[in-house]
Each structure stands twice: as C-alpha cells, then as structure tokens.
C-alpha cells in the first residue's frame, strides 16, 4: 500500500486547509486510516482516524468541532479538513493505515505511512 499526502500550506489563524491522503495498491486490506501531526520539537500524535468503510470516525480532543475527516471511496482518498486553524495546528502532518480500526489512535500499530505535508499557520 501507498500513501501519497497534499494539500498543507500557509494560511492565517482562523483560515482552513483540506489535507488529502490518496492511497493505492492493496487497499482492500485496509481498515483505516489516522492522521498524525508533529510539530517543532515534538512527538508525532494522533489528530484523527476514519474507517476505511468510513461509518467510524474519531478525534483527538484539541481538533474536535474544528477539524473533520472523511473519504471518497471512489478516489480511495481520505481526507482532512481543518476550519479555524490556530498556530499551535503548525505541524508536519502525515496520513497513515492500520490493519484494525481499534488501534487507530496507536501509532506504533501503523504499518503504512505517506510522506509529511507542512501546515504553518500565521498568527
């Protein structure tokens, strides 16, 4: 499985960004897929995940009601859509998958990973 991750930039606090995650080769062995952040000097978190039936979704504390996730089957694409971005949202963001959607907020559980795409958000 490949991951290929777009759509980071610079933006204003208060602007918005859709990030996107296309993914191909054997995606049928997919069961999610969890967005990641890493900021300057920090640890790489969970910031959300969907199902790859897209029927679940999950969020970490600091993007809910903000951020929302979703995926176009047709496309195998997931994607991230970040609203009322705030500086400390600055990170390198990746998109990977994971075999089971239980473990969706576990990062050392991911088995895929696409490259990282730079959210920079100006105060």
């Known amino acids: 499985v490949q991951l290929q991750a777009s759509g980071g930039g610079l933006v204003q606090a208060g602007g918005s960004l859709r990030l996107s995650c296309a993914a191909s080769?054997?995606?049928?062995?997919?069961?999610?897929v969890g967005w990641f952040r890493q900021g300057p000097g920090k640890e790489r978190e969970f910031v959300a995940g969907i199902s790859w039936s897209g029927s679940n979704t999950v969020y970490t504390d600091s993007v809910k009601g903000r951020f929302t996730v979703s995926r176009d089957i047709a496309k195998d694409t997931v994607y991230l859509l970040m609203n009322s971005l705030k500086p400390e949202d600055t990170a390198v963001y990746y998109c990977g998958a994971v075999m089971e959607y239980r473990y969706v907020r576990i990062r050392r559980k991911y088995k895929y990973w696409g490259q990282g795409t730079q959210v920079t958000v100006s105060s």
């Open positions: 080769g054997r995606t049928f062995d997919l069961d999610a």
